[in-house]
């Protein structure tokens, strides 16, 4: 993010080197941002472009036949939802809402439009919003709200298929992709006797998510070969 | 980022493409905050100051339009202005010299001890520039922009930002002690291994700086 200083040689004379020490010395203590800051402003500026695109949507979608809009209801909802948490606390609401919230459907939304575009730290994103999506599960099993966990796993689901495309050929990340998705199956295994019955249908389908991409994953990394079944040659003549 | 790539993010992102501008913002978010940090100070102050000039450009993208006017510095004068506004808001201009108050995260007091001694210097030698100056040196070193650039952002002609980059660069060193072929009058104390003595007498005159920055 951070990146290098110009060179005094770009400044049109020659490189005075010194004073480029000093100056660079100088920014590194005084104007570095801290910490994760630049991440922090990153996800925040990318949620407020996500919010104005669906607040444009949903004027858009004012302006249509009212059959269409019907249609296009669970968008209106989502951009409701937005525009409530603007007004009662901005994109942090919808950060910050859980898997029983009625803004969880909203964040999920705005952290996948949100994800960085550099492949290593998108994998990065998607690991971590996975390993949040399974301790939510976690946490809403615990509650007994058989509506957050649907939801969590719900979401949980999204974002495995949403890893999954966007492995790429990168043989490492892949293989971190796989041993991730071997530990939430394993998690996910261990909760499914604590689930309600009403939610039990959600973890195996999330179970067997996870197991499916775990394959799809592995055929990317060692591709079956081709199993070799013998042409049959020209027909010779047998001579008894 | 080469020219081509910038300007086809910039369009992907008038039209509404969250990843370009996300481009856009991994390729410039570390020059505007460096610019912003020079001018406020505070690194809250600057985080906050950095995030509502994206969130400017994003409304403002739709109406970008080139014209001559490179995008780094289309997007610097949302900056400055956006600088510009605050200091008259809160009126209580962060100088130079209080960014030089903020602690390092250096563990070695030694270490921190030695640079703060030099950090401070230059703060001092910033803060001693006029504000014209001081804008050059921060839009072309620390935010990394052309001249060019720096022109647009400043509403000037090109060759007054070198000049004012020129007398800068003379102050400085003159600040600094450096003397005019561009060595050290005192030994630095890079990587806070203090030099001691002085090794050149005659510290920086005062005559303009013998590097040829603009020839």
Request: no cysteine; glycine share 8%.
């Amino acid at each position: 993010m951070s990146g290098p200083y110009v060179r005094s040689g770009d400044w049109g004379g020659p490189v005075d080197e010194e004073l480029e020490f000093r100056l660079e010395r100088y920014a590194a203590a005084r104007l570095a941002p801290r910490g994760a800051a630049m991440q922090s402003i990153r996800a925040a500026v990318l949620t407020e472009l996500a919010v104005r695109r669906v607040a444009e949507a949903e004027r858009r979608a004012t302006r249509l036949p009212w059959r269409r809009r019907a249609l296009g209801l669970s968008r209106r909802l989502l951009a409701v939802g937005l525009a409530g948490a603007l007004t009662l606390g901005g994109a942090a609401a919808v950060m910050g809402a859980a898997p029983d919230s009625p803004l969880y459907a909203a964040r999920i939304w705005v952290e996948s439009v949100t994800l960085p575009a550099d492949p290593a730290a998108r994998a990065a994103a998607h690991e971590a919003q996975l390993m949040q999506r399974v301790n939510e599960v976690e946490s809403a099993i615990s509650s007994g709200n058989v509506g957050a966990i649907d939801a969590a796993l719900s979401a949980y689901d999204q974002e495995v298929e949403a890893a999954v495309g966007d492995s790429g050929a990168d043989q490492t990340r892949i293989a971190h992709l796989v041993d991730e998705l071997g530990r939430h199956v394993a998690v996910l295994e261990g909760l499914a006797n604590q689930v309600p019955a009403s939610a039990s249908s959600a973890m195996e389908r999330a179970i067997e998510t996870s197991q499916g991409a775990v394959a799809n994953l592995q055929d990317k990394t060692h591709p079956a070969k081709p199993t070799h079944t013998p042409k049959p040659g020209p027909s010779h003549p047998t001579h008894p | 980022m080469d020219d081509e790539t910038l300007d086809r993010l910039v369009a992907e992102a008038k039209g509404g493409s969250s990843e370009a501008f996300g481009r856009i913002f991994d390729a410039y978010a570390g020059q505007i905050y460096r610019f912003v940090a020079s001018r406020v100070g505070r690194p809250s102050d600057a985080e906050d100051l950095t995030q509502q000039i994206f969130v400017k450009a994003l409304e403002a993208l739709p109406r970008y339009e080139a014209r001559g006017i490179p995008f780094g510095g289309w997007l610097f004068r949302l900056a400055r202005n956006a600088v510009i506004d605050q200091v008259r808001t809160r009126r209580d201009h962060a100088t130079l010299i209080e960014a030089a108050t903020r602690e390092s995260d250096e563990p070695d007091p030694e270490l921190v001890a030695g640079r703060h001694e030099e950090i401070d210097a230059m703060a001092r030698a910033l803060a001693d520039l006029t504000e014209d100056q001081r804008e050059v040196i921060e839009l072309r070193f620390f935010a990394g922009l052309s001249a060019r650039e720096a022109a647009a952002v400043m509403g000037r002609q090109e060759g007054t930002i070198r000049g004012l980059q020129f007398r800068a660069i003379a102050s400085l060193r003159r600040s600094l002690g450096l003397d005019e072929s561009g060595r050290r009058v005192e030994r630095p104390m890079r990587h806070g291994v203090e030099g001691g003595e002085a090794v050149l007498s005659e510290a920086g005159s005062g005559s303009a700086p013998a590097m040829g920055w603009l020839e």
